[in-house]
Nanobody, 123 residues
Framework: QVQLVDSGGGLVQAGGSLKLSCAASGRTDIDWNMAWFRQAPEKEREFVAAITWNGGGTIYGSSLKGRCTISRDNNKNTVYLQMNSLKPEDTAVYYC????????????????WGQGTQVTVSS
């Protein structure tokens, strides 16, 4: 019902910043709650942040808490993840995800996923 396209990843030096984007298409008339996850090689996909459909509520995981901000622009059907003070251990593929109701910090709760965007942080 919704297609998600992640972008904005790249190579950045430690201490740098990146802003990821997730553009939604399809049933954008539905109020989607959105999240970001990440997955490093040989590790489980972990929760980064989530935002309610109207931007009124957010939750953050422990991995990037204090160093990232999730936001959205519903006029552009886009969700963002601003990441600051990046560390080499933040290197991972970052995925956005969507669900209809509420926001959760577990992968299984999300129904739709983007293709992922690679973030590499060099030391």
């Amino acid at each position: 019902q919704v297609q998600l396209v992640d972008s904005g990843g790249g190579l950045v030096q430690a201490g740098g910043s990146l802003k990821l984007s997730c553009a939604a298409s399809g049933r954008t008339d539905i109020d989607w709650n959105m999240a970001w996850f990440r997955q490093a090689p040989e590790k489980e996909r972990e929760f980064v942040a989530a935002i309610t459909w109207n931007g009124g509520g957010t939750i953050y995981g422990s991995s990037l808490k204090g160093r990232c901000t999730i936001s959205r622009d519903n006029n552009k059907n886009t969700v963002y993840l601003q990441m600051n003070s990046l560390k080499p251990e933040d290197t991972a593929v970052y995925y956005c995800a969507a669900r209809r109701q509420s926001i959760y910090d577990t992968r299984a709760q999300y129904d739709y996923w983007g293709q992922g965007t690679q973030v590499t942080v060099s030391s």
